[in-house]
């Protein structure tokens, strides 16, 4: 059975940081693009960042400069390091693993979520 377990997530002021971290149980990680996507409320979720099992990485806009996603595949885990954080960076993150062959299957798993409030 597949997992995905986020942590990290909390309440911080504007101009603070977070890490998340996302640990994966039941694939092979290594062959796994990781993303990590967002929802605020009110709002549709959206892609932050991504890394691709060849370690390709690309990033929202609007989190380019301030977030930095990275994997360790020894350890099964995403994380994402969100510096500068802003009001509107209030979602909850939510992990996701994707495997895709190229070949139309595409296979999607995804964590439950951490919220992330930035307020003072």
């Known amino acids: 059975q597949v997992q995905l377990v986020e942590s990290g997530g909390g309440l911080v002021q504007p101009g603070g940081s977070l890490r998340l971290s996302c640990t994966a149980s039941?694939?092979?990680?290594?062959?796994?693009?990781m993303n990590w996507y967002r929802q605020a409320p009110g709002k549709e979720r959206e892609l932050v960042a991504g890394?691709?099992?060849?370690?390709?990485?690309n990033y929202a806009t609007s989190v380019k400069g301030r977030f930095t996603i990275s994997r360790d595949n020894a350890k099964n885990t995403v994380y994402l390091q969100m510096n500068s954080l802003k009001p509107e960076d209030t979602a909850v993150y939510s992990c996701?693993?994707?495997?895709?062959?190229?070949?139309?299957?595409?296979?999607?798993?995804w964590g439950k979520g951490t919220l992330v409030t930035v307020s003072s």
């Open positions: 890394i691709t099992s060849g370690g390709r990485i």
């Open positions: 039941g694939l092979t990680f290594s062959n796994y693009a």
């Open positions: 996701n693993a994707r495997y895709d062959d190229y070949r139309g299957y595409v296979m999607d798993y």
